[in-house]
C-alpha cells in the first residue's frame, strides 16, 4: 500500500533533506510533472547536483542527486508558510527591502492582483489578508498601494 501525499513538493523538499542529513547521495522518489520542473530549478540554482527521470510503470522515478557536503548549497531547512495572512505579510516585508528595491520608498505599488499572483492566492483572499494586517496596524492601504507601518511586524509573521 502506498501512501499518496497531499503536498508533492513538501514531500519532495522533505526527502531531499532527510536524505541530506543521514549523509545520502541521491534520493528516488514517485515523479511527477511538477515535482521534475522543481527539482530541475534546485539543480539549476545549486542545491542539487543533478536529477533524472527513469521510466517505470504505472509512473516512472525521479532519481535526484544530491550535492556533497561543502560543493554546493543543500536543503536543510524547511519553512512551510501556509496561513494566508502571514504569506502576504512576509511577501510585502521582502518586497519593501531597501537594499534589494531602493527605489520602493514609503509607499508600495501594487495592486491587489499582482500581489494575488505573488503569493499564489486569490485576489479576494490577499484582500482579507490587506484588511486584517491594517487591522493590526502593521499596513495603511491607500489609493494605488500601501504604507507598511510596521516592517517588523509583518517580517515576524506574529499576530
Request: aromatic share 4%.
Amino acid at each position: 500500500m502506498s501512501l499518496q501525499s497531499t503536498d508533492p513538493i513538501a514531500d519532495l523538499l522533505t526527502r531531499i533533506r532527510n536524505a541530506n542529513m543521514v549523509g545520502k547521495t541521491e534520493v528516488r522518489v514517485p515523479t511527477s510533472k511538477l515535482k521534475k520542473v522543481v527539482a530541475e530549478q534546485l539543480v539549476k540554482n545549486n542545491y542539487l547536483a543533478g536529477v533524472k527521470l527513469e521510466d517505470g510503470k504505472p509512473r516512472g522515478t525521479l532519481v535526484v542527486t544530491l550535492a556533497k557536503p561543502g560543493e554546493n548549497c543543500t536543503i536543510n531547512e524547511i519553512d512551510r508558510i501556509s496561513n494566508p495572512d502571514v504569506r502576504v505579510a512576509r511577501s510585502l516585508a521582502a518586497l519593501f527591502n531597501p537594499v534589494l528595491y531602493p527605489s520602493v520608498g514609503e509607499v508600495l505599488r501594487i495592486t491587489q492582483q499582482e500581489l494575488a499572483y505573488l503569493v499564489g492566492l486569490s485576489r479576494q483572499r490577499v484582500n482579507e489578508a490587506l484588511s486584517t494586517l491594517q487591522a493590526r496596524g502593521l499596513i495603511r492601504i491607500e489609493y494605488g498601494g500601501l504604507r507598511v507601518l510596521s516592517l517588523s511586524g509583518l517580517r515576524s509573521g506574529e499576530f
